[in-house]
């Protein structure tokens, strides 16, 4: 495992890190609790040390099972925990709506400290930026909790670089969570520079696009339940088709260059580009995460990343970015 310096906070986190989304159950068609407890440990054994979660994940519940989980097998010492806040939900779970407000923050960030069965998160982050909240007030409210000790470093998630200005004009911002992946660049251009330049840390999520990238995805796959990629247009046909084309030439490609498979390949572009510090890798089963060490001793040169830019042009031929899953902003009053 690859493990690399936090920004400035002393913290050092495994290359690959951990997503938990899944394991909270909710639009990921349900959770087995058993299996994602063996999953963490297995994920930690493997040299995993960063685990994402959030509040919303299950609506607390990807947060009880992890902290379980490191309770269960003495391991909270050894990871970094990151979870996030400011996202509100309604008492049936089927409304989910963004709300940073000091308020919110302040009373989420106690649930989730009990939830996790700690005295301090590691990393806390704005889970989406909130129209109807002054940014100026989100980031007094992270620095409060900083300050406090509640928190170890302060994060915000899919931040474009102008809230991140904005932010940072009132309180240090240590990391910042944007969707990356082989199929979803779009945060290459300025996101990831940005926080290159100005030392701030970046967890990516999606690393193998909701599993699209795992080499086991086929167009036959149900999804149970809620599960969002019922939802999501890179699953629909007929664009399925073409990304499923260009992952199994990347996997041809993977093999044939690199002696491994489309998931390897996928995480190692990743962790190639510039401005990248920890890629999360979404699962809820041990068996997802038994290869994390697939990562390790090699990198990409410029003719493979070129090729592997070739590939994806000629099959995806009407791409699609990951906005459908931004929740909406509050409504007004
Ligand atoms: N900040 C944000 O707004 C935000 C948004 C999204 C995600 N995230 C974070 O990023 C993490 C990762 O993203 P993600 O969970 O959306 O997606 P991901 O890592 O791209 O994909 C995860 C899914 O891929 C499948 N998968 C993983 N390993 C596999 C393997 N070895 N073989 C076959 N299938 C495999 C599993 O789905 P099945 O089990 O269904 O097959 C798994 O749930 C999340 O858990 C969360 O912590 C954050």
Redesign the pocket.
């Known amino acids: 495992m690859e493990y690399t310096e936090f920004s400035d906070t002393g913290l050092t986190v495994s290359r690959i890190g951990l997503?938990?989304?899944?394991i909270g159950g909710w639009m990921?068609?349900g959770t087995d609790e058993s299996e994602a407890v063996d999953a963490i440990r297995h994920a930690v054994d493997r040299g995993i040390n960063l685990i994402?979660?959030?509040a919303v994940?299950g609506m607390g519940h990807s947060e009880s099972i992890v902290g379980r989980a490191l309770q269960r097998h003495g391991l909270r010492d050894q990871v970094v925990l990151a979870t996030?806040g400011g996202l509100n939900w309604s008492e049936d779970h089927t409304q989910v709506w963004r709300e940073a407000t000091r308020e919110r923050l302040e009373r989420e960030v106690e649930d989730s400290l009990r939830r996790l069965g700690t005295e301090v998160i590691d990393v806390y982050?704005v889970?989406?930026p909130d129209p109807q909240t002054p940014v100026e007030e989100t980031a007094r409210a992270m620095e409060s909790l900083y300050r406090a000790g509640k928190i170890r470093a302060i994060g915000v998630?899919?931040f474009d670089t102008s809230a991140m200005d904005a932010f940072r004009e009132v309180a240090p911002l240590h990391a910042n969570?944007p969707?990356y992946?082989l199929f979803e660049r779009e945060v290459g251009d300025q996101v990831l520079p940005y926080c290159r330049r100005n030392g701030i840390a970046t967890i990516t999520?999606?690393?193998?696009?909701?599993?699209m990238?795992?080499?086991?995805?086929h167009s036959e796959r149900r999804?149970d339940g809620d599960?969002l990629r019922n939802n999501d247009p890179k699953f629909q046909q007929p664009r399925f088709a073409q990304y499923l084309g260009a992952v199994a030439a990347l996997d041809a490609f993977a093999r044939t260059h690199y002696g491994c498979d489309v998931?390897a390949l996928a995480l190692r572009w990743l962790l190639d580009q510039p401005g990248h510090t920890v890629a999360?890798?979404?699962?809820?089963?041990a068996?997802?995460?038994s290869d994390a060490d697939v990562i390790d001793g090699w990198r990409l040169d410029d003719d493979a990343l070129a090729a592997i830019d070739a590939i994806i042009a000629e099959h995806v031929t009407d791409p699609v970015g990951p906005e459908f899953?931004a929740p909406p902003a509050r409504e007004a009053g």
């Open positions: 997503g938990t989304w899944a990921w068609g994402d979660t959030a994940y996030k982050q889970h989406w998630s899919n969570q969707p992946n999520y999606g690393a193998l696009c909701r599993g990238l795992s080499g086991r995805m999804f599960d998931k999360l890798w979404g699962a809820r089963r068996d997802q995460i899953m």
